[in-house]
């Protein structure tokens, strides 16, 4: 698990065992600057189902619509790094003492865990010849360990410079997409989840990535499928999403550097309790103890 140590506190980031897939689709989301509104129609809730009945997916806007998309990447941003600006992380880069490497940029892709490195791949596909190509043979020798040989001294240099560029910039949204935010959004869409869910499920994968251990993406789903059904299998929406918080919780609590669990107690489990199974805007929510608004 990674953290940024700021002004006397630590923030979780991102720790994951993800298995690759083949490249998705780009990042479509409105520019940071712009502040996300999904404002909530007249009677937006939905009404109970019948006794009796079990409860319908619903057709509802998506967590992959562009302006849900940034309010994803906003939520996210301010547990990561303290600030709604997740565009200002392309160029944040640091070994934090971790064990994995190098961390850098809006996912926190690291030099040990083989994210940075395909990142590099995909930017010199695209770039032959950037300022990060030649680093691609070290990049690969130190896979797996927190090793910086053949990085150092000018590496994190050249990665701020790299983080100027447009393409470089596109090829950490479109990892991101693949390896975490595309996926979520599926498996939230077949659970039949609306965006709150989906959100939870990307927020979750980021955090503790997927894989065939208790406290991956999977190991979360499935522990609190051992408790309620999904509305895709007939259960009640926020039923199902409470159960998987608290799996979630459960999950993060296995790690020291997991343990505070303000991401999902003053955060998600807010927006549910409010019955915001949509993420429709205003949005107010704290994370370790600091207060963020979307409106």
């Not at 712009?34 to 079990?54: F, L, Q, S």
């Not at 955090?207 to 190991?219: L, R």
């Not at 609190?224 to 895709?232: D, N, V």
Request: charged residues 25%.
């Amino acid at each position: 698990m990674r953290t940024r140590s700021t002004a006397g506190r630590t923030r979780p980031l991102l720790s994951r065992t993800t298995v690759r897939v083949v490249l998705g689709l780009a990042l479509v989301a409105v520019p940071a600057t712009a502040v996300a509104t999904t404002a909530a129609p007249a009677g937006h809730h939905r009404p109970a189902a019948a006794h009796g009945a079990a409860p319908a997916a619903r057709a509802a806007t998506g967590l992959d619509d562009p302006a849900k998309k940034e309010i994803a990447m906003q939520l996210v941003s301010s547990a990561e790094n303290s600030s709604l600006d997740w565009k200002a992380q392309y160029k944040y880069i640091e070994d934090i003492g971790d064990g994995r490497g190098y961390t850098g940029g809006i996912i926190g892709f690291c030099s040990g865990t083989h994210d940075m490195l395909e990142l590099v791949e995909l930017y010199t596909q695209r770039k032959p010849g950037n300022v990060l190509a030649k680093y691609l043979p070290a990049l690969r020798k130190v896979d797996g360990s927190d090793s910086h040989e053949g990085l150092d001294p000018n590496y994190t240099k050249d990665w701020k410079k790299a983080a100027q560029d447009p393409a470089f910039q596109q090829a950490q949204n479109d990892e991101r997409d693949r390896v975490y935010f595309n996926p979520a959004v599926k498996r939230g869409k077949a659970d039949g989840l609306g965006a709150l869910g989906q959100f939870a499920y990307y927020d979750a994968m980021v955090m503790h990535g997927d894989g065939d251990d208790p406290t991956s993406f999977s190991g979360i789903r499935k522990r609190a499928l051992a408790k309620a059904k999904p509305p895709a299998q007939g259960g009640d929406e926020k039923t199902y999403l409470h159960a998987f918080l608290d799996a979630r919780v459960w999950a993060m609590k296995q790690e020291e550097a997991h343990s505070d669990t303000s991401r999902v107690d003053t955060e998600q489990r807010v927006f549910l309790k409010n019955g915001n199974l949509d993420l429709h805007t205003p949005l107010d929510w704290k994370v370790y103890g600091d207060s963020y608004h979307i409106g």
